[in-house]
């Protein structure tokens, strides 16, 4: 049971620092409501978005995406493609089980992070599995140098970097 709790904790401090460390678009590292980001972005106030609006706003998530986004090729992006966008990663997220977490939002499930994360089910996350943050920080997270990040190797270099932070104000 401690394992889980863990890992639930572990993970949510690997979201929220990854999260905060590359803010999105919104204050603070929050994502803006979808109108407010889309009128935003639009420029030229036509109604649409352009790659090169986009490109403009930096959003480099919704740039690479684009063509998948623009459905009609017209070079455009619309409100509704948008819409459509949005709910297509949102039944993706949750055919993964993320998004289902304890009235987090979009968060992922910890668990089942690690679980997917851990593709060798040994337990631990080796070098070769970490990915991101994770690989970035893999052999200082790895506290005893055997190769693999456990739960609880997670859980204790994150309450290092809290402490380092200080408290929140």
């Known amino acids: 049971m401690k394992t889980k709790a863990y890992i639930l904790l572990l993970a949510s401090g690997l979201i929220v620092s990854a999260a905060s460390a590359k803010p999105e ?26 790659l ?7 959003d480099g998530r919704m740039a690479e995406r684009f063509e998948k986004l623009d459905t009609d090729g017209d070079g455009l992006l619309s409100k509704e493609e948008l819409e459509a966008g949005r709910e297509k990663m949102k039944e993706k997220r949750e055919e993964r089980g993320e998004g ?11 668990r089942k992070m690690f679980e997917r994360m851990d593709a060798d089910q040994s337990g631990g996350i080796s070098k070769e599995e970490a990915k991101g943050p994770l690989a970035k920080n893999f052999d200082e997270i790895d506290a005893d140098s055997d190769g693999e990040i456990t739960p609880e190797e997670m859980k204790a270099f994150h309450e290092q970097k809290r402490g380092e932070r200080g408290p929140k104000e």
């Open 100 to 110: 289902k977490g304890e009235g987090k939002g979009d968060r992922p499930d910890p």
């Open 52 to 58: 090169d609006e986009i490109k403009a706003a930096r």
């Open 25 to 50: 678009n919104g204050e603070h590292g929050e994502r803006p409501n979808p109108e407010e980001h889309f009128a935003k972005t639009d420029t030229n106030g036509d109604g649409f978005l352009s």
